[in-house]
């Protein structure tokens, strides 16, 4: 299966969480064991090819093929989670939304200096959460490996907000 043939599981949900927006809906892929291990292993060559040490899933799905991942080629995982989930002591980094703002946290002692990182996430779109997790790896002395996504939402220009040569999706949509 290849990954223009993964899009086939992705569903779109119109007006999703709200009217105007278009949802991209990954449950179909996870519900399909084929199509979702097609997805874990491109996603595990790429963290593969840029000899990452550990992996960074971002909440909420990201921890599933962050897991995944991480499992398979036998490196630790960390949580990037929303504010006041993890249950020690936290770093955060800040990113804006279309109104207002939003915070991404990992705990203190999950990013270690010189480490490689590979974040992992099921969507990228604007890009923020994303650039804030890339924000924590460099603030905590760690370096970026690469940012893979099952899906990027390319008009929305997230890719253009991490640093260059770093981002791989396995399907692109406008």
Excluded: W
Excluded at 33 to 40: D, L, S, Y
Excluded at 48 to 57: K, M, N, P, Q, S
Excluded at 104 to 119: L, N, T
Excluded at 126 to 137: I, Q
Aim: aromatic fraction near 6%.
């Amino acid at each position: 299966m290849t990954p223009n043939k993964l899009s086939a599981f992705i569903r779109d949900v119109p007006d999703f969480p709200k009217p105007g927006i278009l949802f991209k809906d990954i449950t179909p892929l996870l519900a399909e064991p084929g199509a979702f291990a097609v997805a874990v292993n491109l996603l595990k060559a790429t963290v593969r090819d840029t000899a990452a040490d550990e992996i960074l899933g971002i909440e909420s799905r990201g921890f599933i093929f962050g897991a995944a991942v991480a499992a398979d080629l036998s490196l630790p995982l960390q949580l990037v989670r929303k504010p006041g989930k993890l249950p020690r002591a936290t770093m955060h980094a800040d990113y804006a939304l279309e109104y207002g703002s939003d915070r991404v946290e990992v705990h203190v002692d999950a990013i270690r200096h010189g480490r490689r990182y590979a974040i992992i996430d099921d969507l990228i779109a604007t890009g923020g959460t994303a650039a804030a997790t890339v924000e924590l790896v460099e603030r905590c002395g760690g370096h970026l490996a690469c940012c893979a996504f099952v899906v990027e939402l390319g008009s929305l220009g997230g890719r253009e907000k991490l640093p260059s040569g770093t981002v791989s999706s396995l399907i692109q949509c406008d």
